[in-house]
């Protein structure tokens, strides 16, 4: 949600800055509606790459291990429940919005039921004696019995182009993305730009078929008492005047103006980058080569470089090569994997001290199972507090015997590295 919104206000940016006072109204509003789309859409991206570096040497990211605290003191109860409490405020929200956009919606049929209905090509005019504004609900126009017949064919006219356009699809879009995301202040902004254009090809759609501009925005003024019965239609707005008067009144905008949208494309550049690409690296002890993202991928095998001095002294007078992925893997007891995570799942323990002060996060912990079985050189290549780092290492140390992995006939050592995260629960 919080990338959707930064890529939201980058984007409404640039249509407030360049495009807002053009008179291409259909482009600007396809311009919007698809700022929306690709700023959800982006942040689902994820496009991970690892450096190429010292090709041959690699860590097997295995899947991550879950370690839960249970029955920890008040220090961490009261982070929860600060959490706690913001997804309340969300939830209350979207509770309170989707309560109140259904009520619009019923409040919508229950007028039309009460109505005289008339029907004209195919679109419903529903007459009210209730003194509302004029507006459209997909084929329904709603008219208050006061309007003259002389105004009423112009009113019919600037609807049915909301009607035509599919103006109350993007409304009903626009309600339901103001309710999930109703803490995000561009979206408002981007609701309210939405009706406003609306409005503007409402409006060049009556001034195209022939009508006097000065009778026109004559009526417009007129129109300035009314209420709003509902607010998920399409109002003959009266808020908007000034703007569509001063709209009508403007020269067409120039046609190479329209190549100011082709500002999206380096916009959507940019927050690819940021947001869909992450450079995946492990950062060793010695503080070389930091880690750009929070976590690596889970349930991913990745390859990650290693340097060649990372194997110890024994290795190396043993002149016994390390290897990341073998013809016959090491196997834990019966040769399920899951075994062994749940034999980490069960020994390791959350250190009440990190508990406590609420320490959460990933260690990542690499060893190698040699060519005895025996779980060797156990050591945290990122970690996140001392004590659960060394509780991992203390558990991978009393791991039992594995049984050997095998390449070509011949046992051998094969490394590990597993993810293994710890959260307060």
Avoid at 74 to 80: A, L, P, Y
Wanted: with cysteine; aromatic share 12%.
């Amino acid at each position: 949600m919080f990338e959707s919104g930064i890529s939201l206000g980058l984007l409404y940016l640039i249509y407030w800055l360049f495009l807002r006072k053009e008179t291409f109204f259909f482009m600007n509003r396809i311009y919007l509606l698809f700022s929306i789309i690709i700023s959800f859409i982006i942040p689902l991206i994820n496009f991970t790459f690892s450096p190429a570096e010292n090709p041959g040497s690699y860590y097997l990211i295995m899947d991550t291990i879950v370690i839960r605290a249970n029955g920890i003191g008040q220090t961490i109860e009261k982070s929860i429940s600060s959490s706690d409490i913001l997804s309340i405020i969300y939830c209350s929200g979207v509770i309170i919005l989707l309560i109140k956009f259904l009520i619009q919606i019923f409040q919508i049929f229950l007028l039309k039921r009460k109505s005289e209905i008339k029907k004209e090509n195919g679109i419903n005019l529903v007459i009210t004696n209730k003194n509302i504004s004029p507006c459209s609900f997909f084929n329904m126009i709603f008219l208050n019995t006061n309007i003259s017949k002389t105004y009423q064919e112009k009113i019919v006219i600037h609807e049915h182009i909301h009607i035509k356009q599919l103006h109350s699809a993007d409304l009903i879009f626009m309600k339901l993305l103001t309710i999930f995301q109703w803490f995000n202040p561009f979206v408002w902004m981007i609701k309210y730009s939405i009706q406003e254009i609306h409005e503007y090809l409402a409006d060049k759609g009556v001034l195209n078929q022939g009508y006097s501009s000065y009778n026109y925005i004559t009526l417009i003024v007129s129109q300035i008492t009314g209420k709003y019965f509902f607010q998920t239609g399409n109002y003959f707005n009266r808020s908007l005047i000034k703007k569509r008067i001063n709209m009508m009144k403007k020269f067409k905008s120039h046609g190479i103006n329209k190549l100011k949208i082709l500002l999206i494309i380096p916009a959507i550049i940019v927050l690819f980058i940021i947001f869909a690409c992450s450079k995946q690296e492990i950062q060793s002890e010695d503080g070389n080569e930091p880690i750009k993202n929070d976590e690596l991928t889970e349930a991913q095998i990745s390859n990650v470089p290693i340097k060649s001095d990372e194997l110890t002294e024994a290795e190396i007078r043993e002149k016994e090569p390390v290897f990341t992925i073998v013809e016959e893997m090491p196997k834990f007891k019966s040769g399920d994997q899951n075994e062994f995570r749940e034999y980490l799942q069960t020994i390791l323990k959350y250190p009440e001290e990190a508990a406590n002060k609420g320490i959460a996060g990933t260690v990542y912990i690499n060893f190698v199972v040699n060519s005895k079985g025996e779980v060797k050189d156990a050591k945290v290549i990122r970690g996140i507090h001392p004590d659960l780092d060394a509780e991992v290492i203390r558990v991978i140390e009393s791991s039992p015997k594995w049984t050997p992995g095998i390449q070509r006939g011949k046992k051998v050592n094969v490394q590990f590295t597993f993810p293994i995260k710890f959260i307060l629960e």
